[in-house]
């Protein structure tokens, strides 16, 4: 996942009022003290952050600073006597927010990362300052009328291709954040932003206390049984870091969890499924559902005032999908297959239980037991036989980056010499094919109870000619820590979280574009995980896996026979798979569709109501998130946009077929890729950037067979 950014939030039932979400006063004249680390560009390498100097304290009063900072820079670019001219106006935009953006960037990774109370209030106090910073700058009549006047003289500028394109990017941004209503209207909408970003930062805040409170404790090791005496040292560790005595589980961010497909007893996994699912439906605090609700009512009425049915219409204008149809075709195409798959599958998982005379009904919390079982038996492949051969840190450097030194010519170096906000961070130094530093990349993998569940990628300093900046990305996971002196094995699923989190830092790393706003990932939702899926698929090209599929202790390389057995399964459980994916983004549109001045009531109703609608609601297989505690699109930008995973898959599926087509992993099929896709950003329009490289137009062939839905590629989109 590309992370937004995560701006705090407060406690549930607090009511906006002006007062609150006014700006704060001094945050006009507020200037930072120059021994504010923030105060200048870091002056180590690529201007990467120098935490060994930065206090939690530091970033309250640089962020305040920052904003203060930018609003006089674009004061003085709307007040500008001179006609507006493309370097006057969007140039000085372009060059505006130094402070803010490189305070922003590390407050965001930390605080995602690393969070605490510090921080977490931190967050709190700057969110609705934020969204009203935003506003100051989209719904600033004498700015947007110099943009405008640049819009309708763009024929006769003489722009070039990308400063077309910047120019029509922020006429759609000012036009979408609502530049053209009335000042009524503004007011309006300037209050509701602020109540929107408080509700999206208290449900982060909200997720993240519940979700460790949501874990798993037991002192009874005989509970633990089927686990490996790795994951029960994990676990104790675990628990003494929390001062328990026993054993903890942590939970992740998805309703499934990776431990139910060792744990044998079923009273264990029955605990720790409904604690995943149930972990903010318990009422009190740590609850997010009035949240949801208010939140979901809110960007209808939003919607509504910028012109839209519904926030999906709002937030899929400037996406390739365009439209809210258009996304829900795509997913509603997918289900038959998906769920009759799945359905098939269920049952054979139920002869298993029968056979083995259970005597019970398949649940959810059976379906990774039982399946591993029945995989075991179908291809006998047993997860633990596979883990010796992925140890994580050479999974990175002869897995990860070695696919990229072959198909970009790119290498990497190890520094120990940048100060790190954790010490299981490690960061390397990426150098391109002529030696020429290219950029910095840190990887931050373990799971902690203070880092936001899942994984994704963001960065430090972005890539602009503008700014002479150069990348510094990073990517962040939840693997399990193992306990101390012990190494770090990952399932295979772990190894593609690897390969995808890189394909975004990949993106980040090879852009090549002018203008900040146009650099990098900076592109449409449904276009950005394209990258990151499309870097799975060299997890288990041949010559890739051969080279770092190799058992941690004896560096043998991984058996034949194993490696046949993890292809012939690579189809397996897909049915499960697709259908608690499209089950969450077919959710996830349902409660961005409704229209302004709809009251829905019960949220649980609401999603059963929504999940029965879609023919998607599989007793046996949850949506992969509940609404309650669906992180992506409640806090982290992908509202109305969940389906973008998908819809990124037809992509990257389409695009892999075409490597294939052409000799597949090659320095010319990679350089060719990384020029025409991965270096472009949003600098042109992304349907006719991929129609460029591939020649046609996607389709959804590659990525059904890929799936193993279908038999052949010919299913039009």
């Known amino acids: 996942m590309l992370r937004a950014l995560l701006l705090a939030g407060v406690a549930l039932g607090v009511t906006i009022t002006p007062a609150v979400a006014a700006p704060a006063k001094k945050s006009s004249t507020t200037t930072l003290p120059a021994s504010n680390p923030f105060a200048k560009p870091s002056t180590l390498p690529f201007q990467t952050p120098d935490f060994s100097k930065i206090k939690d304290s530091d970033y309250l009063p640089a962020l305040l600073a920052g904003m203060a900072e930018q609003k006089r820079e674009v004061a003085a670019i709307a007040n500008n006597p001179a006609e507006p001219s493309f370097n006057n106006t969007l140039v000085a935009l372009e060059r505006s927010g130094a402070l803010l953006d490189r305070t922003q960037n590390v407050f965001s990774a930390v605080n995602g990362a690393n969070t605490n109370d510090t921080l977490q209030a931190t967050d709190t106090k700057t969110a609705p300052l934020l969204a009203q910073h935003d ?3 989209y719904l600033n009549p004498k700015l947007f009328q110099r943009v405008e006047t640049l ?3 763009r024929e006769n500028l003489g722009l070039n291709p990308e400063q077309a394109r910047l120019l029509k990017v922020y006429y759609d941004k000012f036009v979408k954040a609502g530049a053209k209503l009335d000042p009524a209207k503004q007011a309006q909408l300037k209050e509701l932003n602020a109540h929107i970003s408080t509700l999206e930062t208290q449900f982060a805040q909200t997720l993240l206390a519940a979700t460790k409170a949501g874990a798993l404790h037991v002192t009874d090791k005989a509970a633990l049984a089927g686990l490996s005496e790795d994951q029960i040292a994990a676990a104790a560790q675990a628990a003494k870091d929390r001062k328990l005595e026993g054993y903890v589980l942590p939970l992740q961010n998805t309703t499934q969890q990776p431990v139910l497909s060792s744990l044998t007893d079923r009273s264990t996994r029955a605990k720790i499924f409904d604690n995943s699912l149930t972990r903010v439906e318990r009422g009190g605090t740590n609850d997010t559902r009035e949240t949801i609700v208010r939140l979901a009512e809110l960007r209808a009425e939003k919607a509504k005032l910028l012109g839209f049915p519904n926030w999906a219409a709002w937030k899929l204008e400037d996406q390739m999908a365009k439209t809210p149809e258009r996304a829900i075709k795509f997913m509603d195409d997918v289900v038959p297959a998906a769920t009759a798959r799945a359905t098939a599958e269920g049952k054979d998982i ?16 059976d379906w990774e037991f039982y399946s591993e ?3 075991k038996a179908k291809y006998d492949l047993n997860e633990d036989q596979v883990k010796p051969y992925f140890e994580m840190w050479n999974v990175l450097e002869n897995g ?8 970009y010519g790119v290498t990497f170096k190890r520094r120990t010499d940048l100060p790190l906000y954790d010490p299981d961070v490690r960061v390397y130094e990426v150098f391109d094919t002529d030696g020429k530093h290219l950029a910095l990349f840190y990887c931050d993998y373990f799971k902690r109870d203070n880092k936001s569940g899942g994984a994704w990628m963001d960065q430090f300093v972005g890539e602009s000619k503008l700014l002479g900046t150069q990348p510094v990305v990073f990517n962040v996971a939840n693997f399990q820590k193992p306990a101390p002196g012990e190494p770090a094995l990952l399932s295979f699923t772990d190894v593609t979280t690897m390969f995808h989190e890189f394909g975004h830092a990949l993106h980040g790393m090879f852009a090549d574009a002018k203008y900040p706003l146009l650099s990098g990932t900076d592109v449409p939702r449904d276009f950005v995980e394209f990258p990151s899926q499309f870097n799975e698929h060299w997890a288990s090209y041949p010559s890739v896996f051969q080279h770092y599929a190799k058992h941690y202790k004896t560096g043998a390389a991984m058996p034949t026979d194993l490696v046949e057995k993890i292809k012939r399964s690579e189809k397996f459980n897909q049915g499960y798979i697709v259908t608690e994916l499209v089950a969450a983004a077919e959710l996830d549109m349902q409660w961005h569709t409704i229209p302004a001045g709809q009251k829905i009531g019960d949220p649980d109703a609401f999603e059963k109501a929504a999940l ?10 949850p949506p992969r998130y509940r609404s309650s505690y669906f992180l992506h699109i409640w806090s982290n930008d992908y509202s109305a946009g969940y389906y973008a995973y998908m819809w990124s898959e037809m992509l990257d599926d389409d695009a892999y077929q075409w490597f294939e087509e052409n000799g597949g992993l090659t320095r010319a099929n990679g350089d060719r890729f990384r020029k025409m896709i991965l270096s472009r950003g949003n600098t042109e329009d992304l349907q006719q950037l991929y129609r460029a490289w591939r020649g046609k137009e996607p389709s959804t062939g590659a990525m059904l067979k890929e799936r193993g839905l279908v038999e052949d590629s010919g299913a039009a989109q």
């Not at 139920?350 to 919390?365: M, T």
């Not at 990860?400 to 198909?407: D, E, G, K, R, T």
């Open 135 to 137: 506003d100051y700058i």
């Open 151 to 153: 819009y309708s003289k």
């Open 350 to 365: 139920q002869a298993l239980i029968d056979a083995q005379k259970g005597g019970f009904k398949l649940e959810p919390y």
């Open 373 to 375: 079982q029945v995989r």
């Open 400 to 407: 990860v980056f070695y696919a990229a030194n072959q198909l």
């Open 612 to 621: 029965e609608r879609k023919k998607v609601a599989l007793a046996s297989v």
